[in-house]
């Protein structure tokens, strides 16, 4: 019997034709700026728990706020922060979120980060103008919040050079040491009322009594 026919040279195409197409890319449809987002890399949804007892431990605010809080500094535009982008894309954008957010709920944690912040800034500055903290002390407490301050930018993929960190540093400093003489001079010299702005001499007859 004679062989088989030779199959024709194009049978192997027509079998990769036959094949079903691979799925497409699940990122092809998500915004440019969304795909190319590479803050929070260093950190996952596992350590996720780990972020949050950090935070916790160190900070007022949750890893949910600040991850929020970060997107909306970057996904600022000129007519306002891109709230439905970032809770659309939360999952996408920071590997440790899991969920989806409304506009709504990116606007309260973000809110929620920026009172917290507002407290802790009266609650340590209040601090640092009474007498509660030495110098000595008060350098501490700026050394702890620097470098914990210094590895959230690390995580948030921040490179921070030696330089700028120690420039960093000095500024901070510096600010500190004002304060700690302004704060000095405004207990032992002058005094102004918070609710009227009048000034009187805290050494004074009405030091104690102030004006009726």
Known sequence: MPDDP????????????????????????????????????KIDGSTYDRANDFLRER???????????RLCADFRTETGVEMTKI????????????DTYTPQAVNQA?????????????????GAMTDFLTAEKLDDVMYEATEVAKFLLEVEGVDLSVEAELAAEDRVSEVMREVREHSTALRHDRVACPECGHHFDATGPDADAGDD
């Not at 197409?21 to 803050?39: G, H, I, K, N, W």
């Open 6 to 41: 030779a199959e024709p040279d194009d049978a192997a195409d027509r079998d990769d034709a036959a094949e079903p197409a691979s799925d497409p890319d699940p990122d092809s449809d998500l915004p440019e700026d969304v795909r190319t987002y590479d803050r929070f890399t």
């Open 110 to 126: 973000r809110a929620s980060f920026e009172e917290k912040v507002r407290q802790a800034g009266a609650t340590f500055l209040y």
């Open 59 to 69: 900070t007022y605010i949750t890893a949910r706020e600040w991850a929020i809080a």
């Open 87 to 98: 809770g659309e894309n939360l999952p996408e954008l920071v590997p440790f979120m899991t």
